[in-house]
């Protein structure tokens, strides 16, 4: 990627008109090479301000819901933070640059693979990967300061809640899959904040994301 890529100035340009002004998480998606985590057939679109198809199935976020997920988490440097599903590693790449150590969790062995390889080619040294179910967590490393999920859930497992310190933010998106026929959002992107009674929850921007399933797939 060029220093001064026009479509990485045409994407930051979107996203301040969508009304993203943080100045932190706008810098580290300007610094992220986003070419770098979708397929070569998709190269030409990779900063387009649009999801986008990978392997399994998956998607890579678009930017737009990417920016509003970082900046619902409100990490600082000092944080450790939980991210279940890896996808291709964007949304990974991009928290990196902003807390202490990102913890991220993927079903799918070849994605899993092919984003522990990106994140060496980066030299991102503060991403831990782990194949395995995201429904579990990573309770050997818990608690933690944050937690993203990646993956539309009916509602967040209670494991993850109590992975979650007492006053950590988690952000979802929650609803029910999509009918295949409707074009119109059904999951909801949403902020909670752990407290002493529960979970005070936010609703942030309508969403479509894939279902999150238990397991690890044989593939």
């Keep these: 990627m060029q220093e001064f890529d026009p479509r990485l100035i045409a994407l930051v340009m979107a996203l301040r008109?969508?009304?993203?002004?943080?100045?932190?998480?706008?810098?580290?998606?300007e610094r992220t090479p986003r070419e770098m985590f979708v397929g070569?057939?998709?190269?030409?679109?990779?900063?387009?301000?649009?999801?986008l198809p990978i392997a399994c199935g998956q998607t890579i976020s678009q930017p737009y819901v990417v920016a509003v997920s970082t900046i619902a988490l409100e990490v600082n440097d000092s944080m450790r933070v939980l991210?279940?599903?890896?996808?291709?590693?964007?949304?990974?790449?991009?928290?990196?640059?902003?807390?202490?150590?990102?913890?991220?969790?993927?079903?799918?062995?070849?994605?899993?693979?092919?984003?522990?390889?990106?994140f060496k080619?980066?030299?991102?040294?503060?991403?831990?990967?782990?194949?395995?179910?995201?429904?579990?967590?990573?309770p050997e490393q818990a608690p933690f300061d944050r937690i993203l999920l990646t993956a539309a859930v009916p509602s967040v497992p209670q494991a993850l809640i109590e992975q979650l310190k007492p006053g950590g933010i988690l952000v979802a998106p929650v609803g029910e899959q999509p009918d295949s026929n409707l074009e119109s959002n059904c999951?909801?992107?949403?902020?909670?904040?752990?407290?002493?009674?529960?979970?005070?929850?936010?609703?942030?921007?309508?969403?479509?994301?894939?279902?999150?399933?238990?397991?690890?797939?044989?593939?």
């Design 17 to 29: 008109r969508q009304g993203i002004t943080d100045a932190r998480v706008l810098s580290a998606i």
């Design 121 to 138: 080619a980066l030299r991102i040294p503060n991403i831990a990967t782990k194949l395995g179910d995201g429904f579990a967590g990573w």
């Design 83 to 118: 991210e279940i599903g890896t996808g291709s590693g964007y949304q990974a790449a991009v928290l990196a640059q902003l807390c202490r150590r990102v913890y991220s969790i993927e079903r799918h062995r070849s994605l899993h693979l092919e984003a522990e390889r990106r």
């Design 187 to 219: 999951q909801l992107l949403t902020k909670m904040i752990r407290t002493e009674t529960g979970l005070k929850k936010e609703a942030l921007i309508p969403v479509v994301f894939v279902p999150m399933l238990p397991g690890v797939p044989q593939d």
């Design 40 to 51: 070569e057939a998709f190269e030409h679109a990779a900063y387009d301000n649009s999801a």
